[in-house]
């Protein structure tokens, strides 16, 4: 991926984080968001690996409003 287009990536997610996530929020965030320094995605299901950001958001969406998600 281009330097441009991560940088694009970027700039999207911290935009919407500043204009739509409350401040007491956004202080749990920070302190749950260095985890993704842990993360490694060779542990990620291949089904997770494999799926695109469109099918991971409808998949989360339906869970979500079905209520099987855990938060």
């Known amino acids: 991926m281009e330097e441009n287009q991560i940088k694009d990536i970027i700039d999207f997610i911290n935009t919407r984080y500043d204009e739509e996530v409350p401040g007491p ?3 749990v965030i920070r ?4 985890k993704i320094e842990k993360l490694d995605p060779a ?3 291949e089904s997770f690996r494999k799926c695109t950001i469109e ?3 409808f998949i989360l969406k339906n869970a979500y409003s079905k209520k099987q998600l855990k938060f």
């Open 55 to 57: 099918e991971l958001m």
């Open 25 to 27: 929020v956004k202080f």
């Open 31 to 34: 302190r749950k968001a260095k």
């Open 43 to 45: 542990e990620f299901p």
